[in-house]
Structure formats: C-alpha cells, structure tokens
DNA sequence: CCACTAATGCTCTGAGTGAGCATATTGGAG
DNA sequence: CTCCAATATGCTCACTCAGAGCATTAGTGG
C-alpha cells in the first residue's frame, strides 16, 4: 500500500522471519538452534500469521517446542548475497529471551553462544586465542594499512583502550571482512586465510546470532531484561552469573548487589539456598516497577522548567 | 532462503519502504512529507535496489530531490490492519537526517512535526492544549478504571512523574486507543470522542513519524547524531537549540556546553557571529573523535579484569 | 551612558560509581 | 575440633558528574 507505486510490477518477495532466543542454563549462555546446531529457527512469514511476531513464535515452537517469553525485533535485511536463486528474500529477525526447556523437535537443541564466538567470552579475562590467532591473522590481513591495523586494534582491545562487549557485531564482521570466518570462505575465499576456531552456521545467521548478543549486551545496561531469564526464585549470584554470561565479563560483586538494591528490584521470600559458602538469600524478581517508577532517563540538562 | 519452508505455497507479499527524514530549520524541527504533509515519503522495494536503504534513498530522492545523510533503520510491521485489499504488505520505516535543501516533486515538502504532534513541545512548559483538550479527553476515557487513569496520568506526566519526552509513541498510541485521533476514527470510531488539535497522516503514517521522533529523542542522549542537522560552522547556541527543537524540552544552557566541551565535540574556528547579544563563537564538528574515542558506555559494575 | 540580550566562566552540592577492606556462614579437609 | 576455601554480605572512601544558580562579558539599539 505504497502512497506512491513505482514503476515496475509488484515482484515477488518471501519474507522470512529468523529467531535468536537466548536462555542462561548453569551460567552458560546459549542459543536454541535447528540443525544440529548449524542454524536458527526460522520460516517464512504467511498470510495465516496475525503478525510478524506471531509468525516467529509459531516457527519457533512448531520447530523446537520451546515456548517464548520476551521478544523484540532486532533488524531487517534483504541480503543480496542470499539471491542465489534470483528470488529476493526480506529477513526480519528477532531476540527472544527464554528459560531453557525441553526440546523436541527435529535436529533443535541449545548451544552455548561462546561456541561460535569464543573470542566473546572474556569472564576469566581476554580469551587465549585472542592473541594466539585472530591478532596474528588480523596482523597479516592488515600489513602496513594504517587504517586496518587501527580497526583491528579498537575492535578486539588489543591495545589499551580495553574492551568494549557491545561491538560483537564489529567483530565478527571484521573477521568476515578478513576472511578468517568459513562463511566467507564458502562463498569468496581469502588466499592465505586460515580460519579461526568458532562454528560457522548456515548462511548468515551467525551475523544475525552477533547482531543479537550485540543488542541483548547493549540493553541490559539500561533495562533490566536478565530477569526474562531467571527462575522464579533466585539468589543474587545467580543472578550475577546471568548477567556476567550475557555480557561475557566479570562484575564486581559489591557492586552489583548494590546496583539491584538500590533500584529495588528484587524482593526477599525468607528462603535461604545453600551455596559453596555461606548461605544466600533466595529473591524474587519485584515486576511491578516497570510500571512503578516513571524511568525519565535523562543523560541531556534538561531545564527545570 | 529459509531453512525450512512453510507448507504453504509461497505468497504474494510486497515491501514497502517509508522514511521518516529530519531537519531542524530555525529551530524548528521538520519531516520531509508528500502529498502536502499527508504521507511520509514511500514506495516499493523493488528488485532494481541493491539494498533496503538504497532503495529508500532512491525513494526520497525522486520523491522529494532531496539528498540524504545520516539513516537508520526504524521498525518493520505487516499491519494486518493495512490488509483492505487482501494483499500483505511488509513496511520497513527508516529514520533520516538531513540539512533542508530545496525540494521539488509534486506535493514535496517539509512541515514542523509539532503540527503532528502539538501536545510533543514543551520547550516553554508543558503546551496548554494538553490541560485543555487531552487531559479531559482521556478522564472521560478512562473513566472510574484505575489502570486506565494510571496509564493516562503517567504517559503524559500529568501528576507529578514528570513529562518523559521519550514516549513519543506510548502517548500516540493511547490517544488511538480513546479514540481521539482521526487515524482511529477512520476505521472504527470511538463514540463520544472528540479529535484533538494535531494533523492526521495517511494510513499509519503519523504512527511510524511517532516512532522515529521517539528513537531520535533516545538517541541524542548516547550519541551525538544532532551534528548531521548542524551547517558546517555554527555556535554552540546554535547547536542547543537544534536539540532543544529535537527534545521538545528546554536544556540548562551553561550545563549543556559543559557537556558539549567536555566530550570535545568541537572545535574553534577562530570566526565570531553576530547574536541577539554578546557575539558567540563559531564551532565546527570534529568528526574525529568518532574513532578517537574508544566510547566504553559502561552502565555494569565491570570487575578490573 | 543605559537597558537588553545572549554568550561565557565558575562554584557548590549531592548522587552515583569504582575499588577495596572486613565480616559472616557453611561445608569439607586435616 | 580447627583451619581453610568459597560465597554472601556490610560498609567506607575517593572521585566524577550532573543539577542549579550566581556573576561577568560583549554586542546592539536607544
């Protein structure tokens, strides 16, 4: 229903709807996968779906079983690398957050997300194959390029301007741009490329896996989401230990136990949990805030009015 | 291309592309508009396009003449609201900025968004048509329901939350669910209500312009995208106004240099501007500290590695 | 010279964040 | 039973930054 139609027939399109639902399992992030692992859910939008949304839920129980809790869109694409078959396809792709549950289904299953992105995990410091691979690779791809070298350096932290766990996305394009990922390789090898560890998958849903990681880092910064991912009753290092997997970093425990206090996000039941030490309070996620405090945000001087 | 197909037999959908492009003209800030000010500038993604926003910039272009800077995507829905003719329709709303420049083609041209949205400016205060005409409007809506009051109250600050200037889209939305706005009316009239002051759009139109002004509001708290809006060299009273038009809200001007010096955004041109009053400085972006600047964006208590 | 209008400079204060020190509880190893 | 390892919790101190407001400067138009 374009206000102004162009030219050309209307031509034909599919629509697909791609999902990255993450769940936290024994402090492990991981995906729910198709394929043995080599793909995510995904199908094709039809004139039966209510809406985009419903039409991802329904792909995604009808192909792994696992119900959907939390979900937002994440990015729309129309890869021309994908029109092997002159056919154009519309991708639209989603983050959806779940409690891990049993599967069932073809060849679904969850997969730790550090599987295909080992270099993302930096919990126990900067990963070893940091500098034992993708710094030489990266070194040899860039050669003398100033320009190149200084990308590489920001993106990965390999100098001292540090880490940063959002630019996921980044990096794995950069890896792609290199030649070091076998997605690139299947379709236009680097010569003197050797691939990197990491498991490649289907066309490119790793891009769309980073895209996901990249916004669920960004957004449990300034939304607390992690709870989507919690059990109903837990103890804040649990809790902790979610929010470390998801951001692939260690938190100062202090800290962040003040953090969640402070904006009162967690209630107590009286229950306590045995734990490798002392004892911990078992808590309870407090939903109504949401509503309860007018989140203003404000990071502009606003005026007094 | 997905990885596994639906049963059904492939359907005829078409993408739609709609851009909500911005500019702030003497502090005023603007959308691109056809169709005089009924319709956001559009048309279909076509297989001529090498990517979703180059068709979009293709779009604009003939639509309007007028060139693009700065875009991103907004959202992408399949209204079924849309589906009159039975045909589904994917849109994917982009977000632009632009310096406005002289535009040609038919009904091209820009408007004040607050013509859309007058209840959205509150650089002198909160706007009287908000005590006047919504306020009363949405009591009547809401009735003796305590939900309803509490969503009425707190969508537009009118207790004592404050006004957030980000939920550009929470009060378009509630004012289409009371039934207070053409849109609505169109297709399922809400008895008793009366339309507020604001300009309707064509379809869902008005909606996706809520949308990008919402996403644009958030953004500038993070990043400073306001620059694409700015001539070459400007002062930075100049540069405070743009955002203030943006934010619809006053900003504490001393604090919001501060704010700007402190980032060092810009930098001297060593030229003055004549004022209202004392002569200001002329500035200029450094475009630089993008890569300078290894922005960290920390809001996690991350343990020192 | 005076009133008016913006642009600039600075100061004070309180809230919030980064880092650590110290203590409390359990289970398990000598 | 005592000591130690592993967590959970309490608290403190230093520092940064954002919110507010006071004060001054440099043009313009009577």
């Known amino acids: 229903m374009a206000v102004e139609r162009g030219s050309s027939v209307a031509e034909s399109l599919s629509t697909e709807l791609i999902a990255v639902v993450v769940a936290v399992t024994a402090g492990e992030p991981r995906v729910l996968t198709i394929r043995n692992g080599a793909a995510l859910p ?6 039966g779906h209510r809406s985009l949304q419903a039409g991802l839920r329904s792909w995604v129980e009808r192909q792994t079983h696992q119900p959907l809790g939390y979900v937002e869109q994440l990015y729309t694409f129309a890869d021309s690398d ?17 409690r891990e549950g ?29 500098g034992r691979e993708i710094a030489p ?52 090898p680097v ?35 992690f709870f989507e991912l919690m059990p109903e009753v837990f103890t804040l290092g649990q809790l902790q230990q979610t929010v470390e997997a998801l951001a692939g970093r260690g938190l100062h425990t202090q800290n962040f136990r003040r953090l969640i206090e402070a904006q009162r996000l967690v209630e107590d039941t009286g229950q306590m949990q045995t734990t490798g030490g002392r ?18 945000g404000t990071k502009l001087p606003l005026a007094r009015s």
Not at 109 to 119: A, E, K, L, V
Not at 168 to 176: A, D, G
Not at 279 to 296: K, N, W
């Open 279 to 296: 004892p911990a309070r078992l808590v309870r996620y407090r939903g109504e805030i949401q509503s309860e405090r007018a989140i203003v």
């Open 191 to 225: 010569q003197g490329a050797v691939m990197l560890a990491g498991e490649a998958m289907a066309l490119d849903h790793r891009r769309i896996l980073a895209t996901g990681i990249a916004r669920l880092r960004a957004k449990i910064k300034y939304r607390p989401v």
């Open 42 to 47: 995904s199908g094709s939008f039809e004139s």
């Open 137 to 188: 690779a990266l070194a040899r791809w860039a050669g003398h390029d100033p320009a190149r070298r200084s990308r590489a350096a920001i993106t990965f932290g390999l100098q001292d301007q540090g880490w940063n766990e959002e630019w996921v996305l980044q990096r794995y394009e950069l890896l792609y741009e290199a030649g070091l990922v076998p997605e690139r390789a299947r379709r236009d």
């Open 102 to 130: 049993p599967v069932a289904g073809a060849d679904a299953g969850w997969h730790g997300w550090y599987r295909y992105f080992p270099w993302e995990d930096h919990r126990g410091g900067a990963p070893d194959m940091i």
């Open 82 to 98: 994908r029109a092997d078959s002159g056919r154009r396809v519309i991708s639209v792709s989603y983050l959806g957050l779940a």
